[in-house]
C-alpha cells in the first residue's frame, strides 16, 4: 500500500539517500563574489555614487573585535566599578551574530524571525542557553514578540533591542559576559543598569576616539580590501560618475584610512565629503546646518551656501543636502553597512537606491556551497514534504514512522543551523523562515553583498534582475530538484528513482 509511509527509504544510510536526491554539480552554486538583488536596478541609469566609510569602504579584520571587548570590559572594571573577577573573560569569536535581539528586562539575547517568533534553541541569557519551555513561560505561553514590544524604525523598542552594527558583535558577547559573571556568584543586578552601563562603555571605546588609534596605529593590520576599493572608486570616476561619501567618523580618521586604502589624492576622487554626519538623524532631523573644515580638518565659520567639490564637510543634514546638489531619487545609489542607519530613510523617505554591504555573506555562502549543508537541506526538505504528504495516515505503525520522521527532521535542522553558528545559526534564516535581520535586508536595500569589492565583477551599465522566487501557492510551478517539498511530494517508492 504506497498511501502508507514505510521506513525503507528514509532509513537508509544518508549517503546512499541523499546520492538520489542529489544531483550531481549542485554544490558551489553560489558565488561569494557575486551581487544580489531584492529589486530591478540598471546601473546605467545611476550617475551617483555614495558610500557610508566604517564597513563599507573600510572593512576590518576580526582583531578589533577582541580590542573592542577588552577596553570596554576594562572601562567597566576601572571607572564603572564592576567586579574585578570580570577580568577573566575575553571575547568569544563567533559566539554572536548580527541581527539577535536582546530583551532588557529579562537579559534574553535571541533571535527572532520575520513574523516576530523566537527561535527555539536561540535563547540566551549570559553565556548559557535558556530552555525553550522557560523562553516560552517568559512570553506568556508563547514564542511570539508582539509588535509594540519589537523594534522600532531603527531598531530600538521599549525593552528590546536588536544589534545591527557589526560593532555591536563584542557588545552582544559583554552583555552576555557580564550576565554570566553575575548570575555565577550570585549577585543581583538591575537590568536596565547593566545594559546602559554596558553601552555605555562600549560607546566610550568610539566617542573617545580609542578605537580610531587603534586602526591609524596599525592599518595593514586591520584594514582589509584596501587596493579593491581604490579599484572600484577609480573606476566609476573614469565612467563619469559623480561620488560622495557620508559618514559617522571623524575627518582625520577617515583621511588617514582612505590615503593608505586609495592613495594621498583620495579626495579628487569625490564630489562631496561629508564627516561626523551624526547618522540617522542626518537623514532625519533638519536642524543642523553644513560646517566647513579646513584642509586640517580644523572647523570654519562661513555660512555654506553651496557644496564645493574637494571640501570636506561636518554634519549637516540630508534635506539641505539635496537642496544644494539636486541629486534626487534613482539616479542616486547609496552603500552602507546599518540596514537602519545608513539605508531605510533613504530608500523609504526619499527615493534612493541603495546597496548593503553584508560581509558575512561571504562566510555564509561558502558554508551554503559545501556538500554537507546541501546533503542536510535536500533531506530535510524531502523529510518535510513527506511529512506533510503522509501525516493522513492514523494507523499505529504509520504514527510511529512519522514520530521518528519529525525527530529526524528536527536533529538535521539542528544540525543545518550549527554549521552557521552552534548558538544562533545563519543571520539570514531561523529554521525555515527569513530572520528578522533578512526581512529588514529585503525592505531596505535593492542590492546586497559581501563588500564594495564585488562592484569589480560588473559592468558599469550592468542590470540587476532579481530572480523570481515562488510565493507559497505558486509553489507547485517551480520544479526545484533542490526542493523536493516544493513540488507535489511524490510517494516513497517514486522519490527512489528520483536521480
Not at 14 to 35: D, K, S
Not at 255 to 284: C, E, S, Y
Not at 292 to 309: F, P, V
Not at 335 to 354: E, I, K, N, P, Q
Amino acid at each position: 500500500d504506497t498511501s502508507k509511509p514505510r521506513v525503507c527509504f528514509a532509513s537508509c544510510r544518508p549517503e546512499t539517500r541523499e546520492h538520489y536526491l542529489l544531483p550531481p554539480g549542485v554544490c558551489n552554486l553560489l558565488n561569494p563574489a557575486a551581487i544580489y538583488a531584492n529589486n530591478e536596478i540598471s546601473l546605467g541609469d545611476v550617475e551617483i555614487y555614495g558610500f557610508d566609510y566604517d564597513y563599507t569602504l573600510a572593512q576590518y579584520s576580526n582583531l578589533l573585535h577582541s580590542m573592542i571587548f577588552n577596553t570596554a570590559r576594562d572601562i567597566l572594571i576601572e571607572q564603572f566599578k564592576y567586579p574585578e573577577g570580570l577580568g577573566k573573560y575575553d571575547y568569544i569569536p563567533g559566539f554572536a551574530i548580527r541581527g539577535l535581539h536582546y530583551d532588557v528586562q529579562k537579559s534574553l539575547l535571541m533571535k527572532i524571525d520575520a513574523f516576530h517568533y523566537v527561535q527555539l534553541g536561540t535563547a540566551y541569557r549570559g553565556l548559557k542557553p535558556v530552555p525553550d519551555e522557560e523562553v516560552i513561560e517568559l512570553y506568556g505561553g508563547t514564542q511570539h514578540i508582539p509588535l509594540y514590544q519589537m523594534s522600532d524604525f531603527y531598531g530600538k523598542g521599549p525593552s528590546l533591542k536588536q544589534f545591527m552594527d557589526i560593532f555591536s558583535l563584542p557588545e552582544m558577547t559583554l552583555l552576555s559576559s557580564v550576565i554570566d559573571y553575575f548570575i555565577n556568584h550570585g549577585i543581583e543586578f538591575d537590568q536596565v543598569h547593566l545594559y546602559k552601563d554596558i553601552s555605555d562603555a562600549i560607546r566610550d571605546v568610539h566617542v573617545k576616539g580609542v578605537m580610531y588609534k587603534w586602526i591609524e596605529k596599525d592599518m595593514e593590520q586591520y584594514i582589509l580590501h584596501g587596493d579593491e576599493i581604490y579599484a572600484v572608486l577609480n573606476r566609476l570616476v573614469n565612467h563619469k560618475k559623480k561620488l560622495f561619501l557620508i559618514t559617522n567618523s571623524p575627518f582625520s580618521f577617515v583621511d588617514k584610512g582612505m590615503k593608505h586604502m586609495v592613495g594621498k589624492n583620495w579626495r579628487d576622487l569625490f564630489d562631496m565629503v561629508i564627516v561626523q554626519a551624526d547618522k540617522p538623524n542626518f537623514f532625519t532631523d533638519r536642524r543642523k546646518p553644513f560646517r566647513k573644515l579646513d584642509d586640517k580638518g580644523s572647523l570654519q565659520w562661513d555660512k555654506i551656501n553651496q557644496l564645493e567639490k574637494g571640501k570636506i564637510y561636518k554634519e549637516g543634514n540630508l534635506f539641505d543636502f539635496l537642496r544644494l546638489t539636486g541629486w534626487r531619487g534613482s539616479k542616486v545609489l547609496y552603500f552602507g553597512d546599518h540596514l537602519y542607519s545608513d539605508l531605510a530613510d533613504l530608500m523609504l523617505r526619499h527615493g534612493w537606491r541603495t546597496g548593503a554591504i553584508v560581509p558575512e555573506l561571504e562566510t555564509e555562502i561558502r558554508i551554503i556551497n559545501t556538500e554537507q549543508y546541501m546533503h542536510s537541506l535536500t533531506w530535510q526538505q524531502a523529510l518535510t514534504g513527506l511529512l506533510e504528504r503522509m501525516q493522513v495516515n492514523i494507523d499505529a505503525e504509520s504514527k510511529q514512522v512519522l514520530l521518528e520522521w519529525m525527530k529526524e527532521r528536527q536533529e538535521i535542522r539542528s544540525l543545518t543551523k550549527n554549521l552557521f553558528n552552534p548558538q544562533f545559526g545563519s543571520i539570514f534564516r531561523t529554521f525555515h523562515n527569513p530572520t528578522y535581520f533578512s526581512r529588514r535586508l529585503v525592505r531596505f536595500s535593492d542590492i546586497y553583498m559581501a563588500s564594495i569589492s564585488c562592484l569589480l565583477n560588473y559592468d558599469v551599465n550592468f542590470t540587476f534582475y532579481p530572480r523570481r522566487t515562488p510565493l507559497q501557492h505558486e509553489a507547485p510551478l517551480w520544479m526545484d530538484q533542490l526542493c523536493t517539498g516544493c513540488m507535489k511530494t511524490p510517494f516513497l517508492e517514486e522519490m527512489v528513482h528520483i536521480r
